[in-house]
């Protein structure tokens, strides 16, 4: 069964741009989570998304936003870029019977200048 | 909110060393998850371990829930196991279920 897949893998954009990131759960899987790595800060869950619908919302501002297909690919859209949003923004996904149970794509990386 | 603290945060061995790992948490929760980040930012999914004790391979974990605290132990260390070990803890709250991860302990493993 293929992983969890992301495109794109690098990326970088100048501030003020807007950036849209995609994620392949696995296959089955229809619960995909959202998350943001920086140096120092861990990760921080920005959300996850059930059956095309925004389950779970972490505390980032409303430039972050997301969504879901029926086929449940998920995009991350992040408008109006700042310095401070590069980063590696990781994908989970996971089943609707353990969906704290995940598995992560490889990543995006996110370098903002 | 409940806090997730790791230790150490930085570990160095020699190849072929033993280590153990610790993730403790400040409240009771209803699964914990250990993961491994490889160099390249890649996580993978070691444990989902909300009791008891598991092993695979050179790798077990054993979660102590009553005393709020996991341990990761890793046997006859090598290189491919430097990176980064997350413990993240899953709490229920209603229809609300929540990850929440530990800063993470980075290990590296020499040669």
């Known amino acids: 069964k293929a992983g969890v897949t992301q495109t794109p893998r690098y990326l970088i954009k100048t501030r003020g741009q807007q950036v849209t990131l995609s994620c392949s759960p696995i296959?089955?899987?229809?619960?995909v989570s959202w998350y943001q790595q920086t140096p120092g800060q861990g990760l921080q869950f920005l959300f996850e998304?059930?059956?095309?619908?925004?389950?779970n919302k972490g505390n980032f501002p409303g430039r972050f936003s997301g969504r879901q297909f029926s086929n449940s690919r998920s995009e991350m859209n992040v408008s109006t870029l700042e310095l401070g949003d590069s980063a590696l923004y990781l994908c989970?996904?996971?089943?609707?019977?353990?969906?704290?149970?995940?598995?992560f794509g490889p990543g995006t990386r996110l370098t903002v200048l | 909110g409940i806090q997730v603290e790791q230790s150490p945060p930085d570990l160095i061995l020699q190849e072929g060393a033993n280590s153990t790992l610790r993730c403790n948490f400040s409240?009771?929760?209803?699964?914990l998850q250990w993961f491994h980040q490889n160099p390249w930012g890649q996580l993978i999914n070691l444990f989902y371990?909300?009791?008891?004790?598991k092993q695979n391979g050179r790798l077990s974990a054993t979660t102590v829930a009553t005393e709020r605290y996991s341990l990761l132990y890793i046997s006859s260390s090598q290189t491919t196991d430097s990176g980064v070990y997350f413990c993240?803890?899953?709490?229920?709250?209603?229809?609300?279920?929540?990850?929440?991860w530990g800063l993470g302990t980075s290990l590296a493993v020499n040669p």
């Open positions: 989970a996904s996971s089943t609707e019977w353990a969906p704290n149970e995940q598995f």
């Open positions: 296959s089955g899987h229809r619960s």
């Open positions: 998304y059930f059956s095309e619908t925004q389950r």
């Open positions: 409240d009771s929760v209803n699964n």
């Open positions: 371990i909300p009791s008891g004790t």
């Open positions: 993240a803890v899953e709490r229920i709250a209603g229809n609300n279920r929540k990850l929440i």
